[in-house]
Nanobody, 114 residues
Framework: QVQLVESGGGLVQPGGSLRLSCAAS????????MSWYRQAPGKERELVAR????????NYADSVKGRFTISRDNAKNTVYLQMNSLKPDDTAVYLC???????WGQGTQVTVSS
């Protein structure tokens, strides 16, 4: 069974940091690109960051460049999103997506508020 399980979301103050994790199972994780998306209430889902199979290539939405870092550990079948200098506009449900069959996780809520 193919599964993506996100964790690490929560409530954080502006300027704070969070690290999201996405644990994958049911497919050969190391063979597929992975991505993080987010969706805020009333807004379309948007791509936040993408990482290639070996982790050598990454790309980011302009709104998070310099603040967020995507990484992966193929030995642990996990992809991460380190989020620093968080802003209220970063508030959203963050979802992990695998290139394998365009599989989505269930999402984790990130709320940035004082």
């Amino acid at each position: 069974q193919v599964q993506l399980v996100e964790s690490g979301g929560g409530l954080v103050q502006p300027g704070g940091s969070l690290r999201l994790s996405c644990a994958a199972s049911g497919f050969t994780f190391s063979s597929y690109d992975m991505s993080w998306y987010r969706q805020a209430p009333g807004k379309e889902r948007e791509l936040v960051a993408r990482i290639t199979t070996g982790g050598r290539s990454t790309n980011y939405a302009d709104s998070v460049k310099g603040r967020f870092t995507i990484s992966r550990d193929n030995a642990k079948n996990t992809v991460y999103l380190q989020m620093n200098s968080l802003k209220p506009d970063d508030t959203a449900v963050y979802l992990c997506k695998a290139q394998y069959r365009n599989t989505w996780g269930q999402g984790t809520q990130v709320t940035v508020s004082s």
